[in-house]
């Protein structure tokens, strides 16, 4: 039987300062909707509901889906012959994604699926689904030690991002960051990635904490949301005991890893993506506790 590798990520759920209820409770409010198409949210061009939401005592869990309306593939053969698959009006391609969310430390635990839904489309979703007047925001969880070292930070010299192709470059562009010529340059050079490095050079001090920090973590959001478009977020300083400090972000976000089996359809059901969940969950329970826990 053939077996599919699947990667868990990790995140802490933030709410709106003006929320008036919390995560677990605006999933409820839509999990109670009928099991229809009300649970359904048009996203640009794609259509996404929520498919299944059971809670225990200590933790939620679901399925999310992306249904996909055009651009249908082939069914094909080894040989070479194809045709086409034939779908109802309102059918279409549907990608799931299993997660859980523990309210007591406000983590959403989820698998990750590059067709299917990810998390900025997740947020998106549930603040349109229950009509909501503030943002839900999912932020990636680094490794303990990591945001520990990154908390004492006192001093950045150096602030490196590696981006790969001038189409991600523009896109980080229209995300704020300033790098519109970069890409130009990038395209006009055909160079398939750039390293942009923020230095203070042979001067003393250091450059903007607060500023580089909170740009680092965005691009870390960036770079789950978007397919690795940001391949490296490298901090170089020093920290409260002037001790030399080097943290690559990226390569230190929490994540766990799955190798799970394909059913006879081919496909991974979902209490088999949910057990993974939840076993990658335990891994990191304590962890998670220390970090999190209210």
Do not use: C
Request: proline share 2%.
């Amino acid at each position: 039987m053939s077996t599919k590798k699947i990667r868990i990520d990790f995140y802490q759920v933030n709410l709106g300062d003006t929320a008036t209820e919390t995560f677990e409770g605006v999933l409820a409010r839509i999990g109670s909707l009928p099991d229809n198409n009300s649970r359904t949210a048009k996203l640009s061009e794609h259509y996404f509901r929520l498919q299944e939401l059971d809670r225990d005592t200590h933790k939620i869990t679901g399925e999310l889906i992306r249904i996909r309306m055009d651009q249908m593939p082939l069914r094909a053969k080894l040989d070479g012959k194809t045709k086409p698959i034939v779908f109802d009006v309102d059918e279409g391609l549907g990608e799931e994604t299993a997660f859980l969310y523990y309210p007591q430390t406000g983590v959403l635990v989820i698998q990750r699926n590059r067709f299917g839904v990810t998390t900025g489309a997740f947020a998106s979703y549930i603040e349109q689904k229950a009509a909501l007047d503030y943002l839900v925001e999912f932020d990636p969880i680094l490794e303990e030690d990591v945001m520990k070292r990154m908390a004492k930070m006192r001093l950045i010299r150096q602030f490196e991002v590696k981006v790969a192709s001038a189409k991600n470059a523009q896109f980080l562009k229209s995300e704020g960051f300033a790098l519109g010529t970069v890409a130009d340059q990038m395209k006009d050079l055909e160079a398939p990635r750039v390293s942009v490095l923020f230095s203070m050079g042979r001067k003393r001090g250091g450059l903007r904490l607060e500023r580089v920090l909170a740009s680092a973590k965005r691009l870390i959001k960036l770079a789950h949301e978007h397919d690795e478009a940001v391949e490296k977020v490298l901090l170089s300083g020093r920290n409260e005991d002037n001790e030399e400090e080097v943290l690559d972000l990226l390569q230190n976000r929490m994540a766990e890893f799955a190798i799970l089996k394909l059913d006879d359809l081919r496909r991974i059901p979902y209490e088999v993506r949910r057990d993974a969940l939840e076993k990658a969950w335990t891994k990191r329970r304590d962890e998670l506790n220390r970090m999190f826990r209210e």
